[in-house]
């Protein structure tokens, strides 16, 4: 009856979306007018996947083919950066543009990147609204009728070419596979309060890698079986959890809250029943990319290298977790917990609608840092305000793993996975970014890796 009234209330649901401009910190200040066009166009099409309350995994898969889509056009106007057709799986060769005819590389880059950004999500107006204004912008600086239209032009003919890469990558056909099965047996993942939610994503491990060689191929070690005995490897395990909420102290919590990410968090007031939105984990790491590409003055086409690299290692590392999520299919700490150890505990944030092992923030996170490392040293210090916008106070780090680990951990603050998870995840990560590293060769840095 519970569940039945909530999604009954869920079809008069309230979306509260934050609204305003990104507040950037001292180290995020704009300094290369160019590639600022790009982190524009970047935090325009998180905006719209907030709106549209993609999952981590969707929104991770938008981020890969829309910045994929801005490389290619803005490498051809610098040699010393290599095509990707041939590193990525299934991409074939971009169409060069016409060498004897000028062309408007930032145009052509940030067209490519908000047209994909279009065809990939749901809300087309706003899409359409958003290119318009970038447009505009570009054209404000300058350029004669012909050069704008054939700027344009090109940046829908790359974006074109890797939609029509991205349409084989078999997500169309996961959409007619069958849903999540829940199954009543100890030890497996269940629906979660408040809204008991069907399981995010289940087939997305059948979905073609962009680097690796399959979802399974950091397959991790096993979690620890599950066992309610007193002493057990679970029981210690969700026992640490349980104490860790209830003792948090207040860098705990805003450790936790800075790194929830969850685009779709249910509130219950009464017999009220509302929701906030916000970036995904993956929205959150392309943020901290901008913030590192204008703190290092970097110019257009090295910014979209970083959002290319990072959003690929992004996308890989939710099919490896997923791939591991419905094979495990482990519990949540809020429904173990809740059945032999406290049946009145909650976690401190709302457990996600998807099985718990390995922690996905522990994976995307580490793979993102290991590529930014690479990117841009591994002693970089920023300042993260990605989360200002919506209501948090901006984090500083002294490297892109101290921020990984920091996120992987605050899983463990939030109430919503166990240490396994966690650590396993991490190392899990820190593989799928090595081999993005190892594999993909773009600019003079990752050149000089090798």
Not at 81 to 86: E, T, V
Not at 366 to 371: C, F, G, I, L, P
Request: glycine share 6%.
């Amino acid at each position: 009856m519970r569940k039945n009234a909530l999604v009954a209330t869920m079809m008069a649901i309230v979306l509260l979306v934050p609204v305003g401009c990104a507040v950037l910190s001292r180290d995020a200040q704009p300094r290369e007018p160019d590639a600022e066009l790009l982190h524009s166009a970047m935090h325009q099409l998180s905006s719209v996947i907030v709106y549209d309350i993609f999952s981590p995994p969707q929104a991770s898969r938008v981020y890969a083919y829309a910045s994929v889509a801005a490389y290619e056009v803005l490498r051809n106007e610098h040699p010393e950066y290599a095509s990707l057709a041939g590193q990525l799986n299934g991409f074939a060769s971009i169409p060069a543009p016409d060498a004897n005819a000028e062309i408007s590389y930032p145009l052509a880059g940030v067209r490519a990147f908000m047209s994909v950004g279009r065809a990939m999500t749901f809300s087309r107006p706003r899409m359409d609204s958003l290119r318009s204004a970038m447009d505009a912008r570009i054209k404000s600086r300058g350029m004669s009728a012909e050069v704008f239209e054939r700027s344009i032009a090109y940046g829908d003919t790359v974006a074109a070419r890797v939609l029509a890469w991205a349409s084989k990558d078999h997500f169309v056909q996961t959409r007619g596979y069958p849903k999540y099965t829940v199954v009543a047996k100890p030890g497996l993942w269940v629906p979660t309060p408040p809204a008991y939610m069907d399981a995010v994503e289940p087939n997305w491990p059948a979905l073609r890698p962009f680097v690796m060689d399959s979802a399974a191929q950091f397959k991790p070690p096993a979690p620890p079986p599950y066992d309610t005995t007193t002493g057990s490897a679970f029981y210690r395990d969700a026992k640490e959890v349980m104490d860790a909420v209830t003792n948090l102290t207040a860098e705990q919590r805003a450790i936790a809250s800075f790194w929830d990410c969850n685009p779709y968090v249910m509130h219950v007031r009464g017999h009220a029943m509302f929701a906030t939105k916000k970036i995904t984990p993956g929205g959150h790491w392309m943020g901290i990319v901008a913030i590192a590409s204008r703190k290092a003055d970097a110019n257009l086409v090295r910014s979209a290298e970083a959002y290319a690299r990072t959003s690929i290692a992004l996308a890989d590392a939710f099919i490896s977790a997923w791939d591991e999520k419905y094979r495990s299919r482990l519990v949540r700490p809020e429904t173990a917990i809740n059945s032999f150890l406290d049946e009145r505990w909650e976690p401190l944030l709302q457990t996600p609608p998807f099985p718990e092992y390995p922690s996905g923030h522990s994976v995307a996170s580490n793979a993102a840092a290991t590529v930014l490392t690479q990117q841009f040293g591994g002693s970089f210090a920023f300042i993260d305000s990605s989360e200002v916008e919506y209501g948090l106070p901006a984090r500083s780090f002294t490297s892109f793993e101290a921020a990984a680990a920091e996120a992987a951990m605050s899983r463990l603050y939030a109430g919503i996975h166990y240490r396994p998870a966690i650590e396993h995840g991490a190392v899990q990560g820190k593989q799928v970014g090595a081999l993005v590293n190892a594999r993909i060769r773009t600019g003079p840095a990752s050149v000089a890796a090798h």
